[in-house]
């Protein structure tokens, strides 16, 4: 069966919470190795208002048990529960709530997530930029699951993503404004003991955001005002004796409408629609080494048609090792991510050989003293025309918003950052990143800036980054978060050929609030 008629058939086949208290692992049967012991184990963490002191050595910190949620405020009620699994990231015990108010049925779930942010620079780092920006991005999402069985249920979520600010320059795109659109509706079934051999499986069929591995390639980021969108099939196989999980899909990505700046700008309503030339499929194998290690090896692969505009034939298989990250101990994280097809560098240009490579080294400490200090050193390098699909690239280069520095292409970063939880309710960290060029002569560039020097002159060294991040959970139903990120220009960022001519340092900040019920 050909790409293009795969894409059809599956087509047609479419139809803030507080990290603190989390609930017991559900697994099927005794637990019958380390593996599945150490699991266990994690889960026994303190209650909500146990102090950060008393949080045993051994055993994640709450905070960082999944820390993409607790990173910034969000829609993330549908991230809560892994239902395969019966883990949730944390516990909902917020007296005011839609379930509560409608007195919903056990079977029925129902979540409202508000956002509003405010954010900022004044001074201009894009190639024609002769300003800053600033930018106020609503986000209203609606989460509503069902569940006749126990093991069957029915997911909708209804987003609804705005962004106002300053006209002119206007950094603005697909991912700030997505208005009245359903973000995901699908069905999802689990199977027991599957056919008898002891696994469990879970097969989900629509349209869906996808989080897979370290995130870097396909991931859901709550920083953002919309997300990426799939229409298809995913299914994963777990074992819970051998300690092993095969996530598999085979979908088309969603195309996110309106796409022109001025129907982005006036906020425009248009139907988001599965793009018509376009598939993206692949698998990925997570398996236990030891009771702390794990290992990922995986194979992407995503076609884009002829009328889409970086037209992207993309083949990507890589591998990590990684480590969970208990307190009083070390961890590490190595990611491999390889890269061959073709791509058009933009709409109108032809299309380019891609033979790429993305490394991600990191070692990191979680101190056993009070405020749970986590301290990571952390190095990336990215070869020229890597592409990274469909990434979450927040908390590790900077807040996805109308600033968005970096993407992982064409770049060296090493970097160090620490994490402290001073209160079970308030959570920090600092972060300082350096940033070179891997090929300073290529015609990508400084991407994101839009800045290119084939000539060389301008040197490889885009400058260094520093980077603050506070999170307060005030109480159930809301939160706050405020971030700053500087950038202190570089050779490559105040010469490069078009650079703004205001050579000052690039002060970012951002406040904002969410409510959930």
Not at 56 to 64: A, L, R
Not at 127 to 139: M, R
């Amino acid at each position: 069966m050909s790409m293009r008629w795969l894409s059809v058939l599956l087509v047609l086949l479419s139809p803030v919470g507080v990290l603190a208290e989390s609930e017991p692992a559900q697994t099927q049967g005794p637990l019958k190795n380390t593996s599945q012991a150490k699991e266990a184990q994690r889960d026994l963490i303190p209650a909500s208002g146990a102090p950060p002191s008393l949080d045993p050595k051994g055993q994640i910190v709450p905070e960082y048990l999944d820390w993409r949620p607790r990173m910034s405020l969000g829609a993330v009620a549908s991230l809560r529960k892994d239902e395969l699994t019966g883990k949730a990231a944390w516990a909902e015990r917020q007296e005011w709530s839609l379930q509560n108010w409608f007195d919903t049925p056990d079977w029925m779930s129902l979540t409202l997530e508000e956002r509003v942010r405010y954010e900022a620079y004044a001074t201009p780092w894009i190639k024609g930029d002769t300003q800053g920006q600033n930018a106020l991005p609503i986000q209203s999402v609606v989460w509503f699951q069902a569940r006749p069985q126990e093991d069957l249920r029915f997911e909708a979520e209804f987003w609804d993503a705005r962004q106002y600010g300053s006209s002119h320059p206007n950094k603005i795109d697909t991912t700030m404004v997505n208005v009245l659109n359903l973000e995901q509706v699908f069905g999802a079934m689990i199977h027991r003991n599957l056919l008898g051999s002891g696994l469990d499986s879970e097969t989900k069929l629509g349209q869906m955001h996808m989080d897979f591995g370290s995130r870097r390639l396909i991931g859901v980021v709550p920083f953002k005002n919309t997300q990426f969108q799939y229409v298809g099939i995913q299914n994963r196989l777990l074992s819970h004796e051998a300690g092993w999980e095969l996530s598999t899909f085979a979908n088309v990505p969603v195309n996110i409408l309106p796409n022109t700046t001025a129907a982005l700008q006036g906020n425009q309503w248009v139907w988001n629609r599965p793009l018509t030339d376009a598939v993206f499929t692949g698998a990925l194998f997570n398996k236990h080494l030891s009771a702390q290690d794990r290992s990922e090896l995986y194979f992407y692969y995503l076609h884009e048609g002829e009328a889409i505009n970086l037209s992207r034939n993309l083949y990507t298989p890589g591998f990590r090792f990684y480590r969970e990250p208990y307190k009083g101990e070390w961890d590490y994280e190595i990611e491999t991510i390889g890269q061959t097809g073709s791509k058009r560098q933009n709409a109108s240009s032809a299309d380019l050989g891609v033979g790429s490579i993305m490394q991600h080294l990191q070692v990191g400490y979680n101190f056993n003293t009070a405020w749970d200090p986590r301290f990571l050193l952390q190095w990336d390098y990215a070869s020229s025309h890597f592409d990274s699909l469909f990434p979450s690239t927040v908390s590790e280069y900077g807040p996805d918003g109308v600033l968005t520095l970096f993407a992982r292409t064409n770049l060296i970063s090493p970097g160090y950052r620490l994490f402290l939880v001073p209160h079970r309710d308030f959570t920090f960290y600092v972060a300082n990143r350096f940033w070179w060029l891997a090929d300073p002569r290529s015609t990508t560039g400084w991407a994101n800036a839009q800045l290119v020097d084939t000539s060389g002159s301008a040197g490889s060294y885009v400058g260094q980054t520093w980077e603050l991040n506070g999170r307060w959970d005030a109480h159930d139903n809301i939160a706050f978060q405020v971030g700053w990120q500087v950038l202190m220009k570089g050779n490559f960022a105040r010469y490069a050929p078009g650079a703004p001519t205001n050579q000052d340092n690039v002060n970012y900040w951002f406040v904002q609030t969410e409510v959930r019920f």
